[in-house]
């Protein structure tokens, strides 16, 4: 597709289970980033990859979550014994570049019950 | 420390108003400044952006924004609101790597 692809949309896990969210980037988008998006606030930042090689995670708020990019496309972020703190909405984007705009998909909707 | 601030979390304005949306940062080292708009249930869309060069950029939608140094402003207007404008907008700002750093955001109403 033209666009980043997320899935699944909606995902509704109990605590204590793991999940997995994946992203399709644009094709030839170097750069992928993922961030988190609390109700009612702004996006932030979660981690970065420039191809397969995770240049940033200082945003991942805890060892529970995990992202990879093995071979620079496809892209996963898991989040192991999930609590209700997880519970928002996950936004990926990819851009070509690091300093070129970054393009959003339409995100997954975490629900943690 | 490096921080982005959207002055009101609400905005109204009537349909062929003027939309005024403000975002003011802080930061040591030139910025880029992005504005982002998202409807319901749906991702963040680039409206328009500041690298280098002018300082009045014009995005899509009839959107334009003015990057102002001195008052470490990047407001967001529009000459005349249309219905299809109500949306959550997001002022973002890339401080000197690569991660977007976001506004709070600014829910724009527009009355009929």
């Known amino acids: 597709g033209a666009g980043v692809s997320q899935s699944p949309r909606y995902k509704v896990a109990k605590r204590g289970q793991d999940v997995a969210l994946r992203c399709d980037p644009i094709?030839?988008?170097?750069?992928l980033f993922w961030y988190q998006q609390a109700l009612g606030q702004g996006p932030e930042f979660l981690t970065y990859?420039?191809?397969?090689?995770?240049?940033?995670k200082s945003g991942l708020p805890s060892d529970r979550f995990f992202a990879e990019r093995p071979e620079g496309s496809v892209s996963t972020l898991k989040i192991q014994r999930t609590q209700q703190e997880d519970s928002a909405v996950y936004l990926c984007?990819?851009?070509?570049?690091?300093?070129?705009?970054?393009?959003f998909g339409d995100g997954t909707r975490l629900s943690i019950l | 420390a490096q921080s982005v601030t959207q002055l009101g979390s609400h905005v109204s304005v009537s349909e062929g108003a003027l939309v005024l949306l403000r975002c003011n940062y802080s930061?040591?080292?030139?910025?880029?400044l992005f504005w982002y708009v998202q409807y319901p249930n749906q991702g963040l869309q680039l409206l328009l952006k500041?690298?280098?060069?002018?300082?009045l950029v014009k995005g899509i939608n009839g959107f334009e924004a003015e990057f102002k140094k001195s008052e470490t402003s990047f407001h967001l207007t529009k000459p005349s609101a249309h219905m299809s404008d109500a949306a959550e907008y997001f002022c973002?700002?890339?401080?000197?790597?690569?991660?977007?750093?976001f506004g709070t955001g600014t829910r724009l109403t527009i009355i009929p």
């Open positions: 984007a990819s851009s070509l570049d690091r300093d070129q705009p970054q393009h």
């Open positions: 094709s030839g988008h170097v750069s």
């Open positions: 990859f420039q191809n397969e090689a995770q240049l940033d």
């Open positions: 930061s040591s080292v030139p910025p880029y």
């Open positions: 500041y690298t280098t060069g002018a300082t």
């Open positions: 973002a700002v890339i401080f000197g790597n690569e991660k977007l750093t």
